[in-house]
């Protein structure tokens, strides 16, 4: 599985922004994803995860109410909507994809994309 994530870009405070996770390779639907996002100087944080079947299976405190994660199948693609940001969601945004494991550790995932930032001015 390769996944490629875009949609980053620079949001003013209050703003929206949907992310993107597209995925190659057709095993892509028996994949858990995830969201995770680090900050300059900061550790690598889970922000939100999907099951394969398109059940959301959490989201980090922090972006409750604020983000939702989807899938589409039948595009090998993931999405994470984002509403309402603030600047402390400025961070590069990866998402990832399990078979198994805790979904809110990032040391289980086995493949990740490449990171898109997004950056949110006050």
């Known amino acids: 599985v390769q996944l490629q994530a875009s949609g980053g870009g620079l949001v003013q405070t209050g703003g929206f922004r949907r992310l993107s996770c597209a995925a190659s390779g057709h095993a892509f639907r028996n994949y858990s994803v995830a969201w995770f996002r680090q900050a300059l100087g900061k550790e690598r944080e889970f922000v939100a995860a999907?099951?394969?079947?398109?059940?959301?299976?959490g989201y980090a405190d922090s972006v409750k109410g604020r983000f939702t994660m989807s899938r589409d199948k039948t595009k090998n693609t993931a999405y994470l909507q984002m509403n309402n940001l603030i600047p402390e969601d400025t961070a590069v945004y990866y998402c990832?994809?399990?078979?198994?494991?805790?979904?809110?550790?990032?040391?289980?995932?086995?493949?990740w994309g490449q990171g898109t930032l997004v950056t949110v001015s006050s």
């Open positions: 990832a994809a399990q078979l198994a494991g805790s979904p809110m550790v990032a040391g289980n995932y086995g493949y």
């Open positions: 999907i099951n394969w079947g398109g059940e959301s299976i």
